[in-house]
């Protein structure tokens, strides 16, 4: 709750949970929000402009924009947040054993972490999408295959600065078990460097998804996804620039609003950037009187 009135005192912060929160639902309740089917063809309405019926008009079969938009929104965030998810949860866990026990598991685990971050991201994944074939569930598994390891190693060296803090040891002198200490005194400190990280991480996974299936590798048709609707507009792009402008500012202002709202978690997470800020704000507010008076002497 703190955390959440934390966030609402900051505009732009409050703004960019409203814009995720809204989208997500509105990805979920998409068969009772769509106002058409989004595979529906009809070729009498090719490149239709828009009307009261079709508000963002029609594509090049004729399909509702709006409701493939809408729909668009499932492969394009709400899955790739599953994904995250799944990311967040296998890297925290081999982080938080890494970090806590040490030595040769800590040694094992961060070489493996080592040899998944030596290769560029984009390349692994086209790898495995190449491996496995093209296709939403591929790139969503390459994801997996490709992030637990950068959240390993955030977590492990969040949990390596609490592992010999004097509570922890007290804790074990009085017979807390391994399983207890993680769960009871480490976990609660770590979880806000996983939101962190997770909400940093989200706005790229977006992009990099809708980048795969503009280029074809990501869902395939008849299914609706943003990357690949900017993909199907590119033959018109010069004589109906709003097929190709709709998703495009779909996918602009979700990462925009992640980005911001990440930035504004790690600020209401972490006391010593708000103190900072705060700082700065109150010197830049003694400095500017100073300077007035500067300038008007």
Known sequence: MKL??????DKLAAASLGVVA????????????APHPPNEVNMELRFAGASWQYWLGNDHLGRCVLSRLIYGIRPSVIWVFAALAASAF???L????????????????????????SFPGYVMTLA???ILGAGIENILIAFVVMKWAWFARVIRTSIMQYADADYIKFAKVLGAGH???????????AIPDIAVTASSTFGSMILQISGLSFLGLGIQAPHAEWGMMLNEARSVMFTRPELMLTPGLAIVMVVSAVNFLSD??????????MTSSNRNKTSRSAILPKLRRKEVA
């Open 4 to 9: 959440l009135e934390r966030l609402l005192r």
């Open 22 to 33: 809204v989208t997500l639902l509105v990805g979920i309740c998409a068969p009772f929000i």
């Open 90 to 92: 296998v890297g925290g």
């Open 94 to 117: 081999l982080g938080f054993i890494a970090g806590y026990f040490r030595g040769k598991v800590d040694a094992v685990l961060m070489r493996i972490c080592d040899c998944m971050l």
């Open 128 to 130: 495995v999408v190449g």
């Open 179 to 189: 399983v207890r200490v993680m769960v009871k005194h480490i976990a609660p400190v």
């Open 264 to 273: 504004s978690l790690q600020n209401a997470l972490d006391p010593k950037l």
